[in-house]
T-cell receptor, first 117, second 115 residues
Framework: DAGVIQSPRHEVTEMGQEVTLRCKPISGHDYLFWYRQTMMRGLELLIYFNNNVPIDDSGMPEDRFSAKMPNASFSTLKIQPSEPRDSAVYFC???????????????FGEGSWLTVV | GENVEQHPSTLSVQEGDSAVIKCTYSDSASNYFPWYKQELGKGPQLIIDIRSNVGEKKDQRIAVTLNKTAKHFSLHITETQPEDSAVYFCAATYRDSGGYQKVTFGTGTKLQVIP
């Protein structure tokens, strides 16, 4: 399997512009997570989906952030309008539902490095 | 909710020495504990994990121990090598009443192995 695929890998954009980050999960994984990583706050869970349905979006910082999962093969995280404080690495991660009752391994993509100037 | 504390935040060891990273968690419902290694410019990758029915697990130079009573678990790396230099994250996982997987990550430990 190719793993979790994210695009773009790097993006530099101007403040106020719309940013769309994309994720293709591992085939067969029912969970999809969006994380943000910064030096100050570490790994923060923004939102996660199960079977394409958003389960918990309590980590989404503001209304400027939105995420969708229109099908099992694709998800987007959108920031509109972007601000310099949104600069971070955004990770998409996926996990299967079946398997252990206690929990399953989460697999991360390589991340999208966002810089808002 | 779950709270995971990880120590130390930075760790420098001489090549060949051992490194130990410790984590504590708060929710007794957590019963799956993975460890991730993040190299510069990459996403976190699973290196070892342990479930609550096991006290210790070893994979070559890496071992993890779990004390459910005390709610802490540790990562041990022996005979460290320069390629072990990275940021390491612990995590605690459980399934909530709805059956959804909940994962809480520690704040990370930056390990530097000095040649």
């Amino acid at each position: 399997d190719a793993g979790v695929i994210q695009s773009p890998r790097h993006e530099v954009t101007e403040m106020g512009q719309e940013v769309t980050l994309r994720c293709k999960p591992i085939s067969g994984h029912d969970y999809l997570f969006w994380y943000r990583q910064t030096m100050m706050r570490g790994l923060e869970l923004l939102i996660y989906f199960n079977n394409n349905v958003p389960i918990d979006d309590s980590g989404m910082p503001e209304d400027r952030f939105s995420a969708k999962m229109p099908n099992a093969s694709f998800s987007t995280l959108k920031i509109q309008p972007s601000e310099p404080r949104d600069s971070a690495v955004y990770f998409c991660a996926t996990a299967p539902s079946t398997g252990s009752r206690s929990g399953n391994t989460i697999y991360f993509g390589e991340g999208s490095w966002l810089t808002v100037v | 909710g779950e709270n995971v504390e990880q120590h130390p935040s930075t760790l420098s060891v001489q090549e060949g020495d051992s490194a130990v990273i410790k984590c504590t968690y708060s929710d007794s419902a957590s019963n799956y504990f993975p460890w991730y290694k993040q190299e510069l410019g990459k996403g976190p990758q699973l290196i070892i994990d342990i479930r609550s029915n096991v006290g210790e697990k070893k994979d070559q130079r890496i071992a993890v121990t779990l004390n459910k009573t005390a709610k802490h678990f540790s990562l041990h790396i022996t005979e460290t090598q320069p390629e072990d230099s990275a940021v390491y994250f612990c995590a605690a996982t459980y399934r909530d009443s709805g059956g959804y997987q909940k994962v809480t990550f520690g704040t990370g430990t930056k390990l530097q192995v000095i040649p």
